[in-house]
Structures are given as structure tokens and as C-alpha cells.
């Protein structure tokens, strides 16, 4: 028999329940209140309407929001490029090929090395309030390394994604449509069974247009569903080819034609923008203002990879969106919840509201803009998981 236990005294909660509170897309209620029972949400509204529970929880008069969710990472990996960054920071540009060091360091660790860097990532980004994740193969690009990858994530999240087409293996430099022919065949079957997702990097220097629809349609008829890295370093046909193929999310989304844009607010298609890579790369922000005017819903991710976005703070995007990409601080919230949420396509994470999984955060601060307006500072004091407190 579960036990349920009201947490109250909330200053604001964020509950992304437009029919709640305010009225607003976030559902804001002020002196709210919350109660868990087992793994789920049963209740939420003001604190003076609060139905008696089993446990009560003071929250001190602090901001209570749905537990983010990071609906773009790559976290099975070894080794670090450091020296690249450094490099990067001191005038180089950055072009897709150094996940080639990475891919190197992956194929030469163990499993458990694997598995413990994921953790320790892991950890991390939970203790930031990240709540629910996706993670990608993509630095193994053999048969043997990509399968081990995913099953290596699955163990720790439902959202794996396969991503065997991150770049053409060095091993197939000479020959790319040799290399889309495994990623599409052999190396399809052998992951398909541990992943939800297929991902191509859709890009100059990686996959074009035709080798992504190849590598999609080959990944669908399999049963994964797609998502596409589509208009990073260039203008291109991935966001067009993601609504085309009704992929979950098309991520980045840095250099949009008003073609493409149209296309996004026309279909269902997330646009998850990912101001890691941005940042730690010194490129050109992506313009999430043009997209939300337009009527595209918009999802904010980490990145998390040790090559162009090294982050696992949800928070740390959270401001860089608000502060350069012209996201208000409510946008930039519901985005990096309810928005993640849509870009895996769920609807029982990223909200809180009765029937919702019990994921949720405390900050150390009355409200969620707190998040924006206090950048680098660790606001996330608690972190609850499908019910259990574990942060
Ligand atoms: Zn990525």
C-alpha cells in the first residue's frame, strides 16, 4: 500500500496545467501545494484546499516545478577533448570531426568505464534537477560498439536513442554509402531492439539529405521513431526532412530559412534548441523568439556531450535562452519541461498535475524566474522521482 504526503507551503508551483492557477501556459498557483501518493501526482491547487495526507512536507515557502526534461544528451562516452575546447577558445572553429577523438576513446573503455561515466553524469544532471533523459549511441559506429552503447543506456532510461549515423565511421571514409548501407542494415538490427529512437546528424561533413531519409525510413520501418540533429552548423534540408517523416524533434535549429520555420509550425514536429552547443562552440544563437511567434513549440535541452556542449545543467540553458535567445523566463521553463516532454512525445513527465508521474524540484528560491535571473547558482535544493525523495 502506498503512502501519500502533501508537500505545501509552496510560494509558486509550476504546474504547466493552463486550466490551474493563473491561467498561463505554466499553471502558476501561488500558495500551493502538492500531494504524492506512490509514483504519482493525485493533487495539486492552493494550500488551503489541500486534502489531509499521510506525511507533510514544509517547502518553506520556496518554487515548486515539474523535474526537467532533457530530451537531448549524449552520455555514453570515454575520454574528454579538453584540448580541443581550449583550442576552439582561442580562435579555431569547430566542424563535426572531432567526434572522432571521442569514438576512438569509446571503442578502446570497457563496459563498466562506460556505464560509470554515464552515472556520474547522470548524477550530476539529477542533483541540477533533470528528472527524465534521453541519451544516444554514436561514438561507437561499429556494429559491436553502437549495440553495446544502447544497451548500456537502457539501463537507465526508456528514451535511447541509436545514432549510428553521428559521422561516417573513419573506418569508411572513402566509402560513405558502404557506411549508410550497415547503419541502415546490419547495424539497424543489432540495436534496434534496445532503442525507442533514430537520430541522423544531418549536416555538411556528416549525412545529406538523401543518406538522412535513407537512414530514417530504414530506422522507422524497424520500429524506432525519428528524431533528426537538423540545421546546426548550416542551412539545410534536416528540419524539413524531420517534419516530413513526423520525426518527435528536429534539434538545434540554428539556421532556419522561413521555409522551415513554416514547416515546424505547420506540423508536429518539436523544434529542441540546445544553447550548450552555442555557447561552448562561440556560434551564432539560435533565434527561439522567431520560432515561439510563429507558433512552433519549442523544447530546451543540454546537449550534454564532451565535444560542443560539455553541460548537464538544464538551469545554466535556462538562462543562456532567456539571456540570448529571446525566451521569456516562463517560456524558457515550460520549454526545458512540458516542452522536453512533448520532444519524446509524453505526456506523464514535465507537468504536475493528477495522474502525472511525482517528478518534481524545490529551488531555493520563492519563484521559477529565480532560475534566469540567478545564473551559475545552485537553486535546485530538492529533487524528488516518482514519488521518492533523492536529492
Ligand atoms: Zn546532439
Known amino acids: 500500500m502506498s ?20 491561467g498561463s501556459p505554466l499553471g502558476l498557483v501561488r500558495d500551493a501545494a502538492v500531494v504524492v501518493d506512490g509514483d504519482r501526482v493525485v493533487w495539486t491547487g492552493e494550500a488551503s484546499e489541500a486534502p489531509a495526507a499521510d506525511d507533510r512536507v514544509d517547502a518553506g515557502g520556496r518554487a515548486v516545478l515539474p523535474g526537467f526534461v532533457d530530451s537531448h544528451s549524449h552520455l555514453v562516452f570515454a575520454g574528454d577533448r579538453t584540448q580541443e575546447f581550449n583550442a576552439r577558445m582561442s580562435g579555431r572553429s569547430y566542424t563535426a570531426g572531432g567526434i572522432r577523438t571521442t569514438v576512438a576513446a569509446t571503442r578502446a573503455a570497457s563496459d563498466a568505464e562506460l556505464e560509470a561515466n554515464l ?27 553502437e549495440s553495446r552503447a544502447l544497451r ?31 547503419v541502415t542494415g546490419e547495424m539497424l538490427d543489432a540495436c534496434a531492439p534496445h532503442a525507442r529512437w533514430i537520430d541522423v546528424f544531418c549536416e555538411k561533413g556528416a549525412f545529406d539529405g538523401d543518406q538522412a531519409r535513407a537512414i530514417l525510413t530504414a ?30 524533434s528536429a534539434d538545434h535549429c540554428t539556421h532556419l530559412t522561413d521555409a522551415d520555420v513554416d514547416a515546424l509550425a505547420g506540423g508536429n514536429t518539436v523544434a529542441t534548441l540546445l544553447p550548450g552547443a552555442e555557447f561552448s562552440t ?16 519549442v523544447a ?38 512540458a516542452g522536453g516532454a512533448a520532444a519524446l512525445r509524453r505526456t506523464d513527465v514535465g507537468r504536475l498535475a493528477p495522474g502525472a508521474r511525482a517528478d518534481l524540484i524545490v529551488l531555493d528560491a520563492p519563484s521559477h524566474v529565480h532560475l534566469a535571473y540567478r545564473p551559475g547558482v545552485p537553486l535546485v535544493t530538492q529533487v524528488w522521482r516518482r514519488g521518492e525523495r533523492e536529492v
Open 119 to 145: 552515472t556520474r553524469y547522470l548524477d550530476e544532471a539529477l542533483r541540477q534537477g533533470t528528472t527524465t533523459f534521453e541519451t544516444k549511441s554514436g561514438y561507437g559506429l561499429t556494429v559491436a560498439d
Open 219 to 248: 530506422g522507422r520501418a524497424k520500429g524506432l521513431h525519428p528524431r533528426v540533429h537538423a540545421n546546426q552548423l548550416s542551412y539545410g534540408p534536416g528540419v524539413q526532412l524531420a517534419v516530413e517523416l513526423d520525426a518527435a
Open 3 to 22: 503512502s501519500s504526503t502533501v508537500i505545501t507551503n509552496i510560494a509558486t508551483l509550476v504546474t504547466n496545467d493552463p486550466s490551474q492557477g493563473d
Open 282 to 297: 562561440r556560434a551564432e544563437w539560435p533565434d527561439a523568439r522567431r520560432l515561439l511567434d510563429a507558433g512552433v513549440t
Open 300 to 337: 530546451l535541452s543540454t546537449d550534454c556531450n564532451p565535444g560542443s556542449s560539455f553541460t548537464s545543467s538544464v538551469p545554466f540553458c535556462i538562462a543562456l535562452a532567456v539571456r540570448d535567445m529571446g525566451m521569456t523566463p516562463d517560456e524558457a521553463v515550460w520549454s526545458a519541461t
Open 152 to 182: 548500456i543506456a537502457a539501463r537507465h532510461t526508456d528514451e535511447v536513442t541509436y545514432l549510428g549515423a553521428h559521422i561516417v565511421s573513419p573506418d569508411h571514409a572513402d566509402d560513405p554509402a558502404a557506411y549508410v548501407a550497415l
